[in-house]
C-alpha cells in the first residue's frame, strides 16, 4: 500500500505574527497565495490535513480553514470529496492598462521568460500600414515570441513595429519586456488603443501554448502611441484562457 505523499506545505516556511493589526487567517492566506504563484507549492498538489496544520502554526482549525476557503473562493485551491485540498493552476489578471505582459509576470512573481519565434522584416498589410501609420507593402519589423511563466506557455505575442524605431535584436527580446525596450531607448509610451475577443486555438496555436484544438483563447490587440503621437507598435496577441484574464475596472458615469 502506497504511502500519503507528504504535507508540501512542511518545506514552507509559514508563520504568523500575533502582534500585527493583519487578521491570522489572512496572514496565512498570503503566504499560500505566494508559494502558489511562485510554484513553490505546484498545481495538483495536496495540502495536508487542516488540524495538522493548525497544530504547527498553533493556530485554531477555523482559523486555517478561514485562510483556506478564501484561496478556494479566488480559484487556487479546490475541495475535492474523499481527495481534500488541491492546488490549481494560478491564473494570471491582468488590468487593463498600459504596461507590457512581462512587467506584469514578473510583478506577480511569475518568473516570465520568452521564446522569440520570428525576429524579421516584412511587408505592411493593410491592416497593420493603417495602425503604424505607414504605406501599405512598406517594411515593418515583425516580432513574434512565446511567453512563458513558471516555464509554462501563456501567450503568443506578434507585435509589429515601425523600421529604424529601436534595435530589435534576438538575445535582448528573449531578456525581457518590449516596452523596457522602448523605454531604455528614450521612447515615452501615452496611450493605447485596445480591443479585447476571444476565438478556438487552431492547429499551430494549440501546440505552441499546449492547449487541446478548439480551446478558447483570449485575443488582444493594441496599437500603442508615444508622446508625440506617433505609433510605435501594433500588437496581436493570444492568450491561454485556462490560465489568464483580464481585469476591468467600471465606473459610473456621474
Known sequence: MSKPAADPT?????GVDRNS???????LSQQLEAAIEKGRLSPGSLLGNEIELAGRLGLSRPTVRQAIQSLVDKGLLVRRRGVGTQVVHSQVKRPLELSSLYDDLEA?????????LRNTLEPATAE???ALGVAEGSDVHLVERLRLAHNEPMAVL?????TGL???DTEHLEATGLYRMMRAAGITLHSARQSVGARAAGTDEARQLAEAEGA???TMQRTTFDDTGRAVEFGSHIYRASRYAFEFQLLVRP
Do not use: D, K, R
Open 10 to 14: 512542511l518545506a514552507l516556511q509559514l
Open 21 to 27: 493589526p493583519v487578521p491570522l487567517y489572512f496572514q
Open 108 to 116: 506577480a512573481g511569475q518568473l516570465p521568460a520568452t521564446s522569440v
Open 128 to 130: 497593420v500600414a493603417a
Open 158 to 162: 506578434c507585435n509589429h513595429l515601425p
Open 166 to 168: 529601436l534595435p530589435l
Open 216 to 218: 478558447p483563447l483570449l
